[in-house]
């Protein structure tokens, strides 16, 4: 018991993500959208297009345009993105599925760049996935990969070393799916973010229910609110000047990007929406993939990008260490937001 109270101390400060697919019929433009909150120990991304090109068997691939870490020159893992065939795909990491086989992980990034150059569908996807498990695996994942295509069709996949399971979105009678760092189809055990998952379940509710969700609904709303609702309370309106960074609101320390995919219809390219760097503190980009801001794009010899590095200097005007801990200043984000 006391090795387990441990591990799970340890993960409480672990990094990870909040996530939504919403249904076409619930968004205001008539389209898809897969949101990522993305919390990550690498607090600097940029955005970048690749082209097309040929894999190792000479076989054509897909241009995509998606998120990567300052210093990945190489472009070869993708946090989120959307390939010219419509295909957007994003990751939550998983804390309590099958245990980690340790001989080979953390390959999420590599797999949606797999995915962006070679998936069409979400089809495409789980069969590539069935490849690589046909070929002995492991998968070296432990993730909820939401996954959209201009099919309409929108899924989750939780997937594990050896196996996955998918949920369906037409099979939502709300019309929305969210995670945050565990698995429906995981353990009781390591269900990590469960408040931040409920943070998000009840600040979409009345959007859903109007039916008019837009991408600015989860970049400038859910990914800079502070409503804990396990309280019932907006921790920026009302309470102490110091709000402590527990891992329970959307917004972290770790937080380093809020991105929509908005999905294309058949033959129409879909469009991508990012707040880079401290989304609280950032500003919402339209990104196609003919056009990516010149502000997100990576520059200089770190390969950081402008509007990253201006979130990130104005989240650490925000935040202090204080007794091992970070806290967030609740009138110094409401000066810099106002």
């Known amino acids: 018991m006391l090795a387990l109270g441990l591990w799970m101390l340890i993960l409480q400060g672990a990094y990870g993500c909040t996530s939504a697919i919403i249904s076409a019929d619930r968004a ?6 897969l949101w990522k909150h993305r919390d990550s120990g690498h607090p600097h991304n940029f955005v970048a297009k690749v082209d097309r090109g040929a894999d190792k068997a000479g076989r054509p691939t897909l241009a995509f345009v998606g998120l990567f870490n300052a210093g990945d020159r190489e472009l070869k893992e993708v946090w989120a993105g959307m390939n010219e065939a419509g295909l957007g795909i994003m990751n939550t990491a998983s804390y309590n599925l099958a245990p980690d086989t340790a001989v080979v992980k953390d390959r999420e990034g590599l797999v949606m760049a797999e995915a962006l150059k070679s998936c069409r569908t979400v089809g495409e996807f789980l069969q590539m996935l069935d490849c690589e498990l046909a070929d002995g695996g492991p998968l070296g994942v432990q993730a909820n990969f939401g996954v959209i295509d201009a099919d309409g069709a929108g899924v989750y996949v939780e997937a594990w070393d050896h196996g996955y399971k998918v949920y369906d979105l037409k099979d939502e009678a709300g019309g929305c799916m969210i995670r945050s760092n565990y698995s429906y189809s995981g353990g009781e055990e390591g269900r990590l973010g469960e408040v931040r998952h409920d943070d998000a379940v009840a600040l979409l509710r009345e959007s859903l229910d109007s039916r008019n969700v837009t991408p600015l609904t989860l970049t400038d709303g859910l990914s800079r609110s502070f409503y804990h609702a396990r ?8 309470g102490e000047r110091w709000i ?11 937080s380093c990007a809020s991105v929509v995919i908005e999905g294309g219809k058949k033959g129409e390219m879909p469009v991508m929406w990012i707040a ?10 339209r990104v196609t993939l003919d056009d990516v801001p010149e502000g997100l794009l990576p520059m200089g010899k770190n390969g950081h990008s402008r509007l990253c590095d201006e979130a990130v200097a104005r989240r650490d005007r925000v935040m202090r260490k204080r007794g091992g ?14």
């Open 28 to 33: 205001s433009s008539g389209r898809m959208l």
């Open 231 to 238: 309280s019932g309370r907006d921790m920026l309106e009302e």
């Open 244 to 254: 402590e960074d527990k891992g329970e609101l959307i917004p972290r320390r770790s």
């Open 276 to 285: 880079i760097g401290f989304p609280t503190l950032s500003r919402t980009e």
């Open 325 to 338: 801990k970070w806290w967030f200043d609740r009138e110094e984000i409401k000066k810099l937001v106002d």
